[in-house]
């Protein structure tokens, strides 16, 4: 399907991408790039790439399809070192978790954001990181996101869209501005969350004994403030804007139950939970499920 595929930034998504179409065929050669060699090394050692240059123009020579997997500023500077070596028929995504601020990013670096360019986000992931994290199935009964314009080129956008169902995935399109609200709400506000609970108990008084005696519910709720703190302080400040909405329409629900909790408001907290759990039950499955299984944390 792809002979030449690109990876620039060599961690668990773009390795596991490269890992997913070779296990299916669906890629001749992969070839790694980015900033870190050890990465690179270990990369080729696992099989995950072919070969492996820390050149991009070297990398991308004669490449069918290009994957930022980068971070999303770090993504918006690849972007920009890639534009001496864009060709018309060099077909270039992304797996950043913001659209928006990358689609403008590539207004300013080319002019009008590349007719092939085909913005993506795959909603899978892992607390954990690096291309020893990578696995072949990460993307099995998950979803991926694109977000083209209308000036996007249909064999871009088909070409990519094939990729990644070759690798087990449900591919679905959004729009740029729908999917930063929605993920903002989704993905970026409970990873704000996460992090804050986390850090917020670390420095209390009590914090030694909390930790000390956290049942399984705290550390699933708190699983995701494992992930990089680098990428996620990125993702905030890409989405700024809408993971404040979100933050503020959740702060304003969370001052409401501590209201009816100092109150002693019985009926408004059991109204809430109630409303709670009916709202999950009714859509877990099929909001955030694809054919019985769970959707992982997002990158």
């Not at 179409?21 to 072919?50: C, F, H, P, Y």
């Not at 240059?53 to 890639?82: M, N, Q, R």
């Not at 070596?85 to 913001?98: N, Q």
């Not at 804050?196 to 909390?210: M, N, P, R, T």
Request: charged residues 25%; hydrophobic residues 45%.
């Amino acid at each position: 399907m792809i002979d030449r595929l690109v990876i620039v930034g060599l961690g668990l998504i773009g390795g596991s991408l490269a890992r997913a179409l070779k296990e299916r065929n669906a890629v001749g050669e992969v070839i790694g790039t980015g900033r870190r060699e050890a990465s690179l090394i270990r990369g080729q050692e696992l099989g995950v790439i072919d070969r492996w240059t820390l050149d991009l123009g070297e990398a991308v020579k004669d490449a069918d399809v290009v994957v930022i997997a980068a971070p999303t500023l770090a993504a918006e500077k690849v972007l920009e070192s890639l534009k001496p070596h864009m060709r018309p028929d060099l077909i270039v995504t992304d797996v950043a978790s913001v659209k928006g601020s990358l689609v403008t990013a590539a207004e300013r670096i080319f002019g009008e954001v590349p007719a092939q360019f085909v913005p993506g986000h795959p909603i899978a992931g892992s607390e954990q990181s690096g291309v020893e994290a990578s696995t072949g199935d990460l993307y099995v009964d998950h979803r991926v996101i694109l977000t083209p314009l209308p000036t996007t080129r249909t064999d871009a956008l088909e070409t990519i869209r094939a990729m990644w169902q070759a690798t087990g995935a449900e591919v679905v399109d959004m729009d740029v501005a729908e999917h930063d609200v929605v993920l903002a709400a989704t993905s970026h506000l409970p990873h704000v969350l996460a992090y804050g609970l986390v850090d917020a108990l670390a420095q209390s008084g009590s914090a030694q004994a909390i930790f000390r005696f956290a049942a399984g519910d705290f550390r699933d709720f708190t699983r995701i403030a494992s992930g990089d703190p680098v990428m996620w302080h990125d993702i905030v400040r890409a989405n700024r804007g809408a993971v404040l909405d979100s933050l503020d329409t959740f702060t304003e629900h969370l001052a409401e139950m501590r209201r009816a909790i100092e109150s002693d408001d019985s009926e408004a907290i059991l109204a809430t939970f109630e409303r709670a759990k009916a709202a999950r039950d009714k859509h877990f499955l099929t909001q955030y499920q694809v054919k019985g299984k769970p959707q992982g944390a997002t990158d």
